[in-house]
């Protein structure tokens, strides 16, 4: 099937006793057994809830992997996978990754005996010269946030493949519309579905989708046994956003195009980050591995003056963090998003004060421009 009817129907049949074309909120902690030792493949929420399980369907089937499993938030399913893990197995990660995975890393999960090396993985050699015996997983975020640096998966792949190293990919950024890293070669695939895949700003929420069986089964195994589900209602949300997801995304690319080519041509705009630009550095990879450019741009005003003065003007567009919704975020990144980065780390990877981050929505785009119009007249 095409992605835009797999996003409508995998995992979904319509529900068995009513036929409601929807699947129901399963709300419930436990499930009657018609005799001892028999049940319908349902016995306590947390292993199993109808309403998780077509959602975990249906992302299996987005990502082209073969099991899904969904938890409480993006966190949570990152934290789930690194437990496949145990002490003195060593990591390789990116450098410039979502604040919240390095505090994860370096804050919680040192201290159980992990070792991680950071490295600009959009360098192909860097990767290779950090592989070590202990090296277990190479965990992997491109476009990268909010400096939309890409990493090239299949070389990256390549490398992992020869040491036996396991390839995560947070996909988040992208959702599976725009690029699908286990056709690529990875072997986990890991989401907040808080962003795009629920794309309406009114759930939080995390996935991870396996490139096997044998991987998601012990994601199953880690799901029941640490237990940070997603609920039912969060799940039902989520499948509600996924239905849209293909014509959000078409709409994104088109909006995140014309946003960054109105931007690229702006006087009082210095710099654009945005892999759709031909003069993006890595448009060629972009092409390849990506399927359309998305919503997610990046603009230098020169100064934190001017970013303040710009940012405190915007009306339709909301001064908020996180990305991917429906509606138009706008951010600054030195001082929201990314203020936990040591100062060093944000100068190397040109995080300076006058950067702003633009998660375009799907409104008009027209009616946005003339949004960020009124804004530059106050600089
Ligand atoms: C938001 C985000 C996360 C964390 O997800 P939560 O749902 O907020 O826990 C992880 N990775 C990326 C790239 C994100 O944008």
């Not at 600054?332 to 998660?359: D, F, N, Q, Y």
């Amino acid at each position: 099937m095409g992605f835009a009817t797999d996003c409508i129907h995998a995992g979904q049949e319509p529900e068995a006793v009513t036929g409601a074309v929807t699947v129901p909120i399963f709300q419930t902690s436990t499930y009657v057994q018609p005799r001892l030792g028999e049940h319908k493949g349902f016995e306590y929420a947390r292993t199993q809830n109808p309403t998780r399980a077509a959602l975990e369907g249906n992302l299996a089937v987005l990502e082209r992997g073969r099991q899904a499993y969904c938890f409480a938030s993006g966190m949570s399913a990152i934290d789930t996978v690194f437990r496949l893990l145990k002490s003195g197995d060593h990591v390789i990660a990116a450098e410039n990754m979502y604040g919240g995975s390095y505090r994860l890393f370096s804050r919680v999960l040192e201290k159980f005996g992990l070792q991680f090396t950071y490295v600009d993985t959009s360098s192909t050699a860097a990767v290779a010269a950090a592989v070590r015996p202990a090296t277990r997983v190479l965990f992997l975020e491109t476009p990268t946030n909010p400096m939309m640096t890409l990493t090239d998966i299949p070389a990256c792949v390549a490398i992992a493949r020869a040491h036996g190293i396991l390839v995560v990919v947070d996909n988040t950024f992208c959702s599976p519309y725009l690029q699908r890293p286990i056709e690529l070669g990875a072997d986990i695939v890991v989401h907040s579905t808080t962003k795009f895949l629920n794309g309406h700003s009114d759930s939080v929420g995390g996935a991870v989708i396996t490139a096997t069986d044998e991987l998601g089964e012990q994601i199953q195994f880690l799901q029941n046994a640490v237990g940070a589900i997603l609920s039912p209602f969060d799940s039902w949300l989520v499948l509600r956003g996924t239905k849209t997801l293909a014509l959000r995304m078409q709409c994104h690319n088109a909006n995140g195009m014309a946003m960054a080519t109105y931007l690229t041509n702006h006087p009082k705009v210095k710099k654009v980050y945005y892999p759709g630009l031909p003069d993006h550095p890595q448009h060629a990879l972009a092409k390849k591995q990506m399927n359309g450019f998305g919503s997610m741009i990046s603009f230098e005003l020169g100064s934190k003056e001017n970013a303040a003065l710009f940012l405190n003007r915007v009306r339709l567009c909301s001064l908020a963090e996180s990305l991917g919704g429906v509606e138009t975020l706008i951010s600054h990144p030195e001082t929201m998003t990314h203020a936990s980065v040591p100062i060093e780390t944000r100068k190397r990877l040109g995080i300076t004060p006058g950067l702003v981050r633009i998660s375009v929505g799907i409104e008009d785009v027209e009616d946005l421009i003339a949004d960020l119009e009124n804004a530059f007249d106050a600089i």
